[in-house]
Structures are given as C-alpha cells and as structure tokens.
C-alpha cells in the first residue's frame, strides 16, 4: 500500500499510483525534461520505472489529459498537448451538472472575461487571427437557415476572439466556458430567433477588432452578450410554455 512521505522539497508525496504517475509527469515538466509535444514512454516502461501497475499508470494519463496536460494520438502514442493551453472543461460539465449552473451564471462569467478579451483581442491579435475571425462571421451569415451551424461558428468566433488576446491564461479560461455554452446552448439552437440580428452583432465586434478600437469591441462584445442571455433565456422558457 502506498504510504504518504515528505520530500526534500517539502511537498507531501502522492497516496496512490495514479498520483505518483501525475507527480512524476509533473516533475519532469518542470526540469526541462518534458515540453509541448514530447512523447511520453509507453505505459509498460513508465510502469516499471514507478514500481506501479499498468492500470494505474493509465489512470494517472487520464487524469493529465482531463486537465489538457497530455493528448493521446491513436496508434502514435501519448505526447504533452502542443497546443493552447487547456483548463479541462470537463470539470466544469461537471460542477454544472452537480450543481445546476444556471444560464445567467454562464453569462455572467463571460461578460467578466470575453468583455476584456475583445478589447486585448483589438490590441494584440495577429492579421491571421484577425482574418479567422472574418472567416468565422461569413460562416454565420451563410448559415442563418441552420441554427446548429451558426451555433458551431458562433463558439468559434469567441474563441478566435480569445486567441487573439494575447493571453494564454484567459485564453484558456475562455475555451473552457465556450465548451460549456456550446453544450448548453446546442439544447436550445433549434429555437434560436434573430440570427441575423446576432450575426451582425459578431461583425460589430469583428470590425472593431480589425480597427484595432480596443473601446469599441469592448462595448460590442458586452452589447452582444447581454442580448444574447435576454434571447437564450426565451429559448429556453418559452417553447416549454413556461
């Protein structure tokens, strides 16, 4: 049975296998030894360097992959994740599952952060971030007949947005409550009403991030978002006769 110990460092040392194999992952990212995109030894070899079972082992990687450390590419292996940095949106799934997060929490955390990401997005995003953007606002335009679509390149246009920020941490903290409002929303997009209206309203704060107006994307984003929780909060009360 594994038993708790201190270390040199002063940290308290994991309780069960699949903490060790977290905390060793952990410890090599942190000397240099792991980096973005580095392959990880196969379970069997980090199995026998850890002294623990192979089931274990791979219940330490799935918990590095639900928090976006690590990504498992079929028949390559499991690598450290390469890209954006990921907060694991499958913890807040969950929180919201147990606790019933309400629509207007939703909206209520992303005026706090998208507001202030549109206004970093006009200051700092790339001429290629800032033409993904564009890309995603034609896609909304061009699907105003089929709501899910929209809905699809509705979330990427506020993640695009979140890219071009210029920064990670919020750029994680975006993804992980776009995933979210994606999977809440999608119950309710065959009720969407005014997607034109909302296509504009995307475009607004697409041009403002184009003419690098940090005042302006920060006033469209939250003119948008406040439009948009009054209409999903009709999607939802209404076709339920409430």
Do not use: W
Not at 100 to 119: F, P, S
Request: net charge neutral; aromatic share 4%; proline share 5%.
């Amino acid at each position: 049975m594994d038993t708790l110990a201190i270390r040199p460092s002063g940290r308290t040392a994991p309780a069960t296998s699949p903490d060790r194999v977290v905390e060793h992952i952990r410890e090599r990212i942190e000397r240099g030894e792991l980096g973005p995109g580095d392959r990880l030894p196969p379970e069997r070899d980090l199995a026998l360097s850890l002294g623990v079972s192979r089931p274990m082992v791979r219940c330490g990687l799935k918990a590095l992959a639900a928090m976006g450390v690590l990504v498992s590419r079929r028949g390559a292996g499991t690598f450290i994740a390469d890209g954006p940095p990921s907060l694991g949106g499958e913890s807040l799934s969950l929180l919201a599952a147990l606790h019933g997060l309400t629509i207007n929490e939703m909206y209520d955390a992303r005026l706090l952060l998208e507001v202030g990401v549109a206004a970093l997005a006009a200051e700092n995003a790339t001429p290629e971030q800032v033409a993904t953007m564009a890309d995603e606002v034609s896609e909304m335009f061009g699907s105003l007949d089929d709501p899910e679509t929209f809905l699809r390149h509705d979330v990427r246009f506020h993640r695009s947005v979140a890219a071009g920020c210029g920064n990670r941490v919020l750029g994680a903290l975006i993804e992980m409550v776009a995933a979210q409002f994606y999977e809440q929303r999608r119950e309710t997009a065959a009720f969407a009403r005014d997607l034109r209206e909302s296509a504009e309203e995307h475009r607004r704060i697409f041009r403002a991030i184009r003419k690098r107006d940090a005042a302006a994307a920060r006033q469209a984003m939250g003119d948008h978002l406040r439009r948009s929780q009054t209409t999903q909060v009709l999607e939802v009360v209404e076709p339920r006769g409430l």
